[in-house]
């Protein structure tokens, strides 16, 4: 049975995992909104290190939304077919792309309205958009680690980022809601991992259900 656990006790475990991971931030790389965009595109299913690996030549390569919207697919997907789904990958980003050509100037929009209207972005992604190129915070980008490391923490029954983020707004005040993915995404890769959780080592483990955890550490 899923326990979820007080408002009280969230905001615990929140100032907890603001206290363990202060510097928690967006993990790839990127040097302008564009990139940014074309990076969190990218990343859906493979590990961040295999975007960061691939991006310095793309962002070398293609450098504005019109580059994208022209590029052979064939070199696009050559570039990036380290990640998973590159094909499909390269064909969303270049859509995405003409978009932003055709409707803006080939400037990335800046508000939620007008990202998720773009296809391949969801709110996660254009979440993760605002916040870290426009430092306007709108909402709470869940990952899969977020969402994993939510749901054991009885904060929420969600299990899609959209059921999660929604949840978490309810309940946690907006101060925190900039770094929290980022922190819960910390915890998730460092102890409450994916197959098998560190509860032992946890500095939640007083506060946590442990909500769908069959076997620990
Ligand atoms: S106590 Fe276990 S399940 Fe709960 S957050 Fe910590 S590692 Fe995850």
Redesign the pocket.
């Known amino acids: 049975m899923i326990k979820l656990v007080n408002q009280k006790t969230i905001l615990e475990g929140v100032k907890r995992l603001n206290k363990e991971y202060p510097h928690a931030k967006y993990y790839l790389n990127w040097s302008n909104p564009l990139e940014l965009l074309v990076a969190a595109m990218l990343s859906p299913q493979v590990r961040d290190e295999v975007v960061n690996a691939c991006t310095p030549k793309l962002f070398a390569k293609y450098k504005t939304a019109k580059d994208y919207a022209e590029a052979d697919l064939k070199e696009f997907i050559e570039i990036i077919k380290p990640i998973s789904f590159p094909a499909m990958k390269a064909a969303r980003i270049q859509k995405a792309c003409k978009i932003l050509v055709e409707k803006y100037g080939g400037k990335v929009p800046d508000t939620m309205e007008e990202l998720i209207k773009i296809p391949g972005i969801g709110r996660k992604t254009a979440g993760t958009i605002l916040i870290n190129a426009f430092d306007k915070v709108e909402n709470i980008p869940c990952d899969t680690h977020a969402i994993r ?1 939510s749901f ?2 009885g904060w929420t029954r969600g299990k899609t980022g959209d059921e999660v983020e929604k949840d978490l707004m309810k309940l946690i005040p907006k101060e925190y809601w900039k770094k929290l993915p980022y922190q819960l995404k910390a ?1 998730g890769r460092a ?2 991992k994916a197959p098998i ?3 032992s080592k ?1 500095f ?2 007083d506060i ?1 259900p ?1 909500n769908g ?1 069959t076997k ?1 550490y």
């Open positions: 490391v054991r923490l915890h102890i409450c959780p560190y509860c946890c939640l483990n946590c442990k955890v620990k």
